[in-house]
Each structure stands twice: as structure tokens, then as C-alpha cells.
């Protein structure tokens, strides 16, 4: 069986990892439990209700959101909806392919849309205008611009900083009429909660928070837990394979929750300079 220059380059970098990690150190020099650098810039985009960057290291994602009116679904007619998008640009990687979404970018909105879901992040019976024939729909576009590893928190990150920052028009019913006036007041989006992803990778028997790309490629195990101010988790992503011991899950929720506090404010600081 012949073996490929990238199988062989992956294998190199592999020891050379797994050999910096016996000593507690990675190959950019930050410790086990630390992130890259962030920065956070919210009102990016004039023509979005809401919206953020992010750059995590060299990971670059950019999110927009967008206000509109539909119906609410059929089994939550009291509830707003809102739905998250990912779109993997091919600029941002030699991997990302255009076309339709694939699995990367399907389980990035997922994990996303679940973490903001789940923690009951934006109060979805107050974006309801008539119940059960008329609420707000809440698009969240994420569009990952660079890719060095860590999408999922990037991605997190940037979609509640674009929720915090979203304002949407106020609007008049006519029970009469039937006819829906939109006003030129705005009321900020009614979110409650912040939950933000912290993301771990398992390389041999190490396991390291905001993993960048190079380690990813070789991690043999990736877990993302998703925690609110209050520590409740919204959220857990396994992906990549591996296995992770209870011992090794139960620290990857305590250190979320500390490393979300940190991540969190952040993010209300930038939400409230923007």
C-alpha cells in the first residue's frame, strides 16, 4: 500500500506533538488550558439587524443576522422561530468545497443552533406578533472566512455576539385589517442567556482547549460542551472518533464552565463598546 506525502507530513506532525505534549507544552506555545488570542467587533455588517466577527487566533468568522416575518411551526404556535446557517467559504480553506452544505458545515450550525436552543438563549414567545399566524423569524448566516481550527467555538462566540447586538423594528397589528405596520422604533432582540462552546481536543492522552488546526488534524477525539451564565449545560458535541473516560468528561465540563465565564465577558464587553 503506498503511502502519500500527506500521510507522511500528518505522521511527522503527529510525533512532534504528542512529543511537546509530554512536556505540557503545544506547538504554539500556550498551555493546555489556554485560548488563542480573541477579538470581537460587533455592528460589521450596515444592512444585518445584528452582527459580529471574530478572529480566534488566525480562525476568521463573520455572522449576520436577519430579522423577518412568517409563520410560527405548527407545533410551537406560540414561539418564534430561528434558524442558524453555515456557510464553509472556500477561500477560508484548501478543504472547504463549494456547493451544498456539507457534513462539516451541517453539524457546525447544528452545534451552534443547538447551544443558543437548548439555553433558551433569545426568548422565543416574545417575537410572536399573532399567535399561532404570525412571529419573527430569526436568520443567524455564518460565514467562516479563515480557517485555523475551532470553528465551533469561533462560530459560538460570533453567533451570540450578533444575537446581543441584533435590533429589530417594532410592529403595529390591525385585528381589523389583518394589516401589520412596520414602525421605525427598534427594541433590542429579547436575549436572556449567553451560552458559549469551549471545545476540547484528545491527542494521545492529553487533552487541550481551542485546539488550532494542526492539532486538530491529528487529535484522535473532540468534545464541545456549551454552558450559561448559570453553568447549566445547553449542549454536548462528540466528534472525530476516539473515546473520552468520565473522569476526562467531567473535566471538560468543569473547565468549560470557567473558560466560558472568561469568553463570556468578552464578548458583553465588545457587545456593549459596539
Given at each position: 500500500m503506498e503511502v502519500s506525502e500527506m500521510d507522511v507530513m500528518a505522521g511527522i506532525m503527529r510525533d512532534h506533538i504528542l512529543n511537546l505534549l509530554k512536556e505540557g507544552k503545544r506547538v504554539d506555545g500556550r498551555g493546555l488550558e489556554d485560548y488563542r488570542d480573541l477579538e470581537i467587533k460587533v455592528n460589521v455588517i450596515e444592512k444585518a439587524e445584528g452582527s459580529a466577527w471574530v478572529r480566534l487566533g488566525n480562525t476568521q468568522v463573520l455572522v449576520g443576522?436577519?430579522?423577518?416575518?412568517?409563520?410560527?411551526?405548527?407545533?410551537?404556535?406560540?414561539?418564534?422561530?430561528?434558524?442558524t446557517n453555515v456557510e464553509l467559504v472556500p477561500l477560508a480553506s484548501p478543504s472547504f468545497e463549494p456547493g451544498p452544505p456539507d457534513e462539516n458545515a451541517i453539524e457546525l450550525a447544528r452545534v451552534v443552533d443547538r447551544g443558543?436552543?437548548?439555553?433558551?438563549?433569545?426568548?422565543?414567545?416574545?417575537?410572536?406578533?399573532?399567535?399561532g399566524k404570525l412571529v419573527r423569524v430569526v436568520f443567524v448566516d455564518v460565514h467562516v472566512l479563515d480557517h485555523d481550527g475551532n470553528l465551533l467555538d469561533a462560530t459560538?462566540?460570533?453567533?451570540?455576539?450578533?444575537?446581543?447586538?441584533?435590533?429589530?423594528?417594532?410592529?403595529?397589528?390591525?385585528?381589523?385589517?389583518?394589516?401589520?405596520?412596520?414602525?421605525?422604533?427598534?427594541?433590542?432582540?429579547?436575549?436572556?442567556?449567553?451560552?458559549i462552546p469551549v471545545t476540547f481536543a484528545k491527542i494521545g492522552s492529553t487533552i487541550l482547549v481551542d485546539p488550532i488546526l494542526d492539532e486538530e488534524r491529528v487529535m484522535d477525539g473532540r468534545i464541545t460542551v456549551t454552558t450559561d451564565?448559570?453553568?447549566?449545560?445547553?449542549?454536548?458535541?462528540?466528534?472525530?472518533?476516539g473515546s473520552f473516560k468520565l473522569e476526562e468528561?467531567?473535566?471538560?465540563?468543569?473547565?468549560?464552565?470557567q473558560k466560558a465565564s472568561e469568553l463570556r465577558e468578552?464578548?458583553?464587553?465588545a457587545v456593549g463598546s459596539g
Open positions: 443576522v436577519k430579522v423577518d416575518m412568517g409563520e410560527p411551526f405548527p407545533d410551537l404556535p406560540d414561539k418564534g422561530v430561528i434558524t443558543i436552543r437548548e439555553s433558551g438563549a433569545v426568548e422565543l414567545e416574545k417575537l410572536v406578533i399573532v399567535p459560538g462566540i460570533g453567533a451570540i455576539a450578533a444575537l446581543l447586538s441584533t435590533r429589530v423594528p417594532k410592529v403595529s397589528y390591525d385585528d381589523s385589517t389583518g394589516e401589520v405596520e412596520v414602525l421605525e422604533e427598534y427594541d433590542p432582540l429579547p436575549v436572556s442567556r449567553v451560552p451564565e448559570n453553568g447549566m449545560i445547553s449542549s454536548v458535541q462528540k466528534g472525530e472518533g468528561v467531567m473535566y471538560a465540563v468543569d473547565t468549560a464552565i468578552r464578548i458583553l464587553k
